[in-house]
């Protein structure tokens, strides 16, 4: 079956960095594309980032934009989100997931799931 596995979250002061990767195993990997969400507690699972493939495109909601970049390596079934001048506002778990068509930013479209990774980011 295919699995996703997150790793790379951890707590940074506010301007610092993290890389955050998605393995994926058990089958095929990039289908239509990939997104990232994140959910802070007590709140709703958002959109924060996308992939799509045919032709190559990358998209980021504006609170993230010139912050956040996807990048992947294919030969290690890898996504990367890399975040840099993060914001206390990013404190959250953040989840890959596999998309198979459908609007990006529709959660329901994306059928597989990574476990999820921590961030934090203090003041």
């Known amino acids: 079956q295919v699995q996703l596995v997150e790793s790379g979250g951890g707590s940074v002061q506010a301007g610092g960095s993290l890389r955050l990767s998605c393995a994926a195993s058990g089958g095929t990997f990039w289908r239509d594309g990939m997104g990232w969400f994140r959910q802070a507690p007590g709140k709703e699972r958002e959109y924060v980032a996308g992939?799509?493939?045919?032709?190559?495109?990358?998209e980021y909601v504006d609170s993230v934009q010139g912050r956040f970049t996807i990048s992947r390596d294919s030969a290690k079934n890898t996504v990367y989100l890399q975040m840099n001048n993060l914001k206390p506002e990013d404190t959250a778990v953040y989840y890959c997931?596999?998309?198979?068509?459908?609007?990006?930013?529709?959660?329901?479209?994306?059928?597989?799931w990574g476990q999820g990774t921590q961030v934090t980011v203090s003041a």
């Open positions: 992939m799509g493939w045919s032709p190559f495109i990358t």
């Open positions: 997931a596999l998309r198979e068509g459908g609007t990006w930013a529709d959660a329901k479209v994306y059928l597989y």
